[in-house]
Every structure is written in C-alpha cells, then in structure tokens.
C-alpha cells in the first residue's frame, strides 16, 4: 500500500473494458497458510465504472485447513462495471520478482543502445549525400549561361542534373525546337476528351547527336513520318527507357560519371555495426531478466537489425558521382537552370553584355530562338510551365508563332506544354499491371460470373 507501507494484494475481479454485462458474478480468494498467517484485516471492495470509489460486499475470511478464504459476489452488472478488491498483509510478506523491480539498463540499454545505431547509421547516409553532392563541385561558382552547346541534348545531360525530370519529353522538346519534328494536336480526336500528343517527322539530318538520331528512330521506325503518342504500349516505354539507360552509359563512356564508394560512410558503418552489437547484447540481457520491458528491446533489436542491414548496402555499395569534368558540365547546366530562372529583365542585360553580344546576336527574333532552344532543360529542370510562359511573352512581343508545335494558341503555350510533358511522360514510363484473379488470388466474394449462390446452378 502506498500509504501505510504494507503489502497489498489489489486487484480487478472484472474486466473494466468489456463490452458484455454480466449475468451473475462470483468470485473465491484463497491464500495459502503462510499468506493468511500474514494478513492485517485490512480489507476493501470497490465497484462501478472505472475510478469509482463505491463500496461493495467481500465476505472472510474463512478458514479452510489453514487457508484464508474471501468470498465476493454480485447479481447483474452492465458492461464495464468492475469489481475490485483491496487485501492487506505486513509489510515484507512477498518479495517482488525481478521483472517488477527498477533495473534501468536492463528495461532501456537495448532502446538506447539502438538509438545509437540510428545515429550512427544517419552519418553513413549523410555522409554518402555529402559525398555525391561534393563531387558535382568544380569551381563552385555558377555563372548564368543562355545556351547549351547542340551535343549535349536532354538524354546526355539529365545524368548530370540532379533529380533531372520529364526526360523522354524535353528530349522530344529538343528534337522539335530543333526542327526534326514537330508537336501536332490529333485531328482524329479534338474534342473527344482523348487526345494523345502527336509527332511528325520534318528533317532527320536536323539531328545532332547519336542519342538524337536514337530517338529519332525510335518514335518514326519503318520509314514512317508520323507517330501518335500511345497511351499504354510497354514496347513504345521500353524503348524509352532504353534510350534513357544509353543517355546514362555516353555520360559514363565520355568520363563525367563513375561510380566510387563514399569513403566515410564505412567509418560510421563500423559505429552502427558495434551499436547493434551492444544492443542485442542488452536484449538478450533483458530477455534472461524476464523484464516487463522485454518487449521494448526485441523490437529495439529488431528495427537496429532491419537500419543496419539497409546501411550496409548503401554504405558499401559503389554510388554513381560526377567526375571533375562532368562536375565542369553539371556546373554549367546550373548556370542555364540560373539563366531560366532569373527575371526577364535580368535575362536582357546578360544578352545585351559584350560577352553576350560576341556569343549570340541580341535581336528579339534570336532572342525568341535561344529561349526556344532552353525549353527542354527548362522541362529538365521542372520549369516548363514557366519557361513556356516566358516564350508566350516573347511571341507576342516578336508576333511571331512557334513552327515546332502547330495548332496550340501562343497564349496556352505555357499549360500546354505541362500538359505535354505529363502525357509524353506517362507513354514512357507505362507498365501494364497484372490482372485481378480468382483462383490465383485476389478475388472476393461476389467477383465471379452468375448471380447463383452457394450450390445453386
């Protein structure tokens, strides 16, 4: 007991949770000789709802063959109306086993311990973050650039751009702006609520890279010159993501990318490989106890087990890094993405410089033509909407039309270009789902044909 310092036997007769009432209830406390010499005659019943303080009925004790017996009973109770009883005894009459008395390190070493293999795995993956984002540095310094030199199209730069998007679509982008083809609407379907993007070939000696005649050939094979974007075709995305993989092995191949282990990730590994040492060391610990806590420091084990083998492999493995000439290339594709994202006004004096001026004259037609041209690592870059706001303004200042997408109003350039791009994007990475099934699973009650019933016909 918490006041008198006694020993106390306390507990529920009926569970305070149940959700059944209780026809009639009976109860029979028997303490053995060697209990009963030690009993105060201190004794309670409560009932009711969960804190009440109510009193109820406890009959003993009786002595049977040196027993103490208490006797407690009720008629109907409603659900969660418990019974509860309060007997004392001196005070160092029983002993508390192991499992209930305070033991800090063997109830929270395995969690600590744990916490510590988490922290330690954390520095190995910071550290690889670090590692990658530290080799795509080469001067570190950006300088805002206005053109992409015509051998680094969309498919050889987006290995070089982090987190690169819509890479099938800017590199179609690129090859229309290019005028190798051009972005239609599908007459067959306006205003059908289905229209699919559709190309036509224009000029394939326009292509200006191998991965540019690749893709060329991949959206027109046959000799054909024309090419609705198919809606589910796993042959059409395979070809997309082949083209994508031959884009990542050219950078490979040119040596702007190579594939290292970060160096410091291993020291930190080291950490987390002795912090799951020690915590299964406490677990096991824990276990032999028969702590309460036990179940804590198994599934403290059990998630230092899963962080540490998934930190293994990142830790280990060989990461995909730039090497300094293709941190020399990132860094420029970043002064492009800074070029893209600066106010037009800004954009002006760059062209209007005296280095702009020897690189590109500044006229609005070449003006509309360089923004043209960076439309693609504007998708890249997840700027398409922007940039083709950006274009919408320089048509309309030039009154020009764009030649390399027909029958889009200049003003809806802008959202029809996300529009493209979500679409384009969606042809190359389809994959078609398996199909639902019955007997190999995944059906349910009511999914097969007929309308019958169990032994009907």
């Known amino acids: 007991g918490t006041e008198s310092g006694a020993d106390e036997f306390h507990w529920d007769l009926l569970p305070l949770v149940s959700s059944q009432p209780v026809e009639s209830f009976r109860a029979e406390l028997v303490f053995a000789p060697s209990l009963a010499e030690a009993l ?7 009932q009711g709802l969960e804190g009440s303080t109510r009193a109820c009925e406890i009959d003993g004790p009786r002595t049977d063959a040196g027993s103490a017996v208490f006797t407690v009973s009720s008629g109907h109770r409603e659900a969660g109306d418990g019974m509860t009883v309060a007997i004392g005894f001196e005070a160092g009459t029983v002993t508390q086993p192991a499992a209930r008395t305070p033991e800090p390190v063997a109830d929270f070493g395995a969690p600590l311990a744990a916490a510590l293999t988490f922290l330690f795995s954390a520095g190995a993956w910071a550290s690889v973050a670090r590692f990658i984002r530290r080799r795509r540095r080469a001067t570190g310094i950006v300088v805002a650039q206005y053109d992409v030199p015509a051998d680094l199209p969309p498919l050889l730069a987006a290995p070089l751009v982090p987190s690169a998007q819509a890479t099938v679509p800017a590199q179609i982008v690129h090859l229309a702006v290019r005028g190798a083809l051009r972005l239609e609407e599908d007459p067959e379907a306006t205003g059908s609520g289905k229209e699919r993007p559709v190309l036509r070939l224009l ?11 690749g893709m060329l050939d991949a959206l027109f094979p046959g000799g054909t010159d024309l090419r609705r974007l198919p809606r589910k075709s796993e042959k059409f995305s395979k070809k997309m993501a082949k083209l994508t993989a031959k884009g990542v092995r050219e950078a490979a191949s040119r040596g702007w990318t190579t594939k290292e282990r970060a160096p410091g990730a291993a020291r930190f590994l080291w950490g ?48 995909v890094v730039l ?14 993405r800074e070029f893209i994202r600066v106010a037009e006004a800004d954009r002006i004096r760059m062209l209007q410089s005296h280095q702009g001026a020897e690189r590109r004259a500044d006229g609005g037609i070449d003006v509309v ?45 802008g959202a029809r270009l996300a529009s493209f791009s979500t679409t384009a994007q969606a042809s190359a990475s389809y994959s078609a789902s398996s199909s639902s099934g019955g007997s190999t699973g995944g059906g349910f009650s009511g999914s097969g044909g007929g309308g019958g019933f169990s032994g009907g016909r």
Do not use: N
């Open 40 to 46: 105060t005659g201190d004794v309670a019943c409560y």
């Open 203 to 213: 000029d394939r000696t326009a292509a200006a890279s191998p991965l540019d005649t």
């Open 272 to 319: 987390a490989l002795a912090g799951l040492a020690v915590t299964t060391g406490l677990m096991i610990w824990s276990i032999t106890r028969d702590r309460e806590l036990m179940p804590l420091a198994v599934v403290a084990f059990g998630l230092a087990l899963v962080v540490v083998l998934v930190t293994s492999i990142v830790a280990l493995s060989k990461h």
């Open 323 to 336: 090497t300094p000439a293709g941190a020399e290339r990132h860094e420029y594709l970043m002064g492009v």
């Open 369 to 413: 033509r360089l923004y043209e041209r960076l439309l693609p690592y504007a998708m890249l870059f997840g700027e398409e909407k922007t940039w083709g706001d950006v274009l919408e303004t320089a048509y309309a200042e030039t009154d020009t039309s764009p030649v390399w997408i027909h029958g889009v109003a200049t003003a809806s350039l």
